[in-house]
């Protein structure tokens, strides 16, 4: 039986992928409260890992330590999980495909985190910086998908 | 493992055989932080004349895509010298992210090194 999990939690991290491997034990331990599958709990642990990964890159240039901040907001059988970082933002539209990343070797993240959400949203800039925020639902509510 | 998680990133990685295949197998998880050593690996055994490579994921608790494209890194690299990069898999969690990102077409998937040894034997 999971544990009971209610209101916003976050996470502020430094812009370092050593740290990206606990975003992912804070959403999986949270889901895990929420009794989500563990096919649920597998597809957001490689979804918060591909947000974080994309804000540390965004962040690569900027001198300083720029950090990320993750923000987990539960409710009874859905997760929305909020990724920010400061840094340089990108041209939306450079988003491709799997077949894409394919030719390049790179850039599967985000059409990945597509497939294994239910809501995605994009806000980037190059002054303010990247804000990711998915979804995901354990067991779709009707009229859902 | 079911129902476990690890804040470590730890990924240690060895060798072995299968036929004409290295097989690297690796023990942990493949994300941002242990990539570089997953690549590094590739690498030099590929500058030292393996072109027939077999990645083992069965003992990889967590796979994302950094680690995927690591993978087609090597892929390409091998086949740059003519030659094969398979993937030992049997955990339906990583075969899925094959699945989706369409990658399942692109490597040959083996259950185990079994699995390879035999796809090899009927060659």
Do not use: W
Not at chain 1, 36 to 64: P, W, Y
Not at chain 1, 109 to 116: A, E, F, H, V
Request: proline share 3%; glycine share 12%.
């Amino acid at each position: 039986m999971g544990c009971e999990v209610s209101g916003a939690i976050r996470l502020e991290m430094p812009s370092s992928p050593r740290y990206v491997s606990l975003a992912r034990l804070v959403v999986s331990t949270i889901a895990r409260g929420l009794e989500f599958s563990e096919e649920s709990i597998d597809d957001l642990k490689v979804v918060v890992s591909e947000m974080c990964t994309n804000a540390i890159i965004h962040c690569e240039n900027r001198k300083g330590e720029e950090r990320i901040q993750m923000s987990c907001m539960p409710r009874p059988g859905a997760l929305t999980v909020e990724v920010r970082d400061s840094g340089q933002g990108f041209d939306p539209s450079c988003v491709g495909s799997f077949e894409d990343g394919l030719a390049a070797g790179k850039g599967f993240g985000i059409p990945l985190i597509k497939c294994l959400v239910d809501e995605f949203e994009l806000q980037t800039d190059r002054e303010k910086g990247t804000l990711v925020r998915i979804t995901k639902y354990d067991h779709r509510p009707a009229g859902v998908g | 493992m079911e129902g476990t998680d690890s804040q470590q990133t730890e990924l240690n990685i060895t060798y072995g055989r299968a036929g004409d295949y290295l097989v690297i197998e690796l023990d942990g998880e493949v994300d941002v932080y242990s990539a570089n050593s997953l690549r590094g690996a590739i690498v030099e055994k590929v500058e030292e004349g393996e072109y027939r490579i077999a990645i083992d994921l069965n003992k990889v608790a967590f796979l994302d895509s950094t680690g995927l494209g690591v993978l087609v890194g090597g892929l390409k690299r091998v086949r740059s010298h003519q030659g094969e990069l398979g993937i030992i898999c049997n955990q339906d969690k990583i075969l899925r992210i094959f699945r989706i990102t369409g990658l399942e077409k692109i490597f040959p998937i083996y259950d185990g090194v079994e699995g390879l040894a035999r796809s090899r034997a009927g060659d």
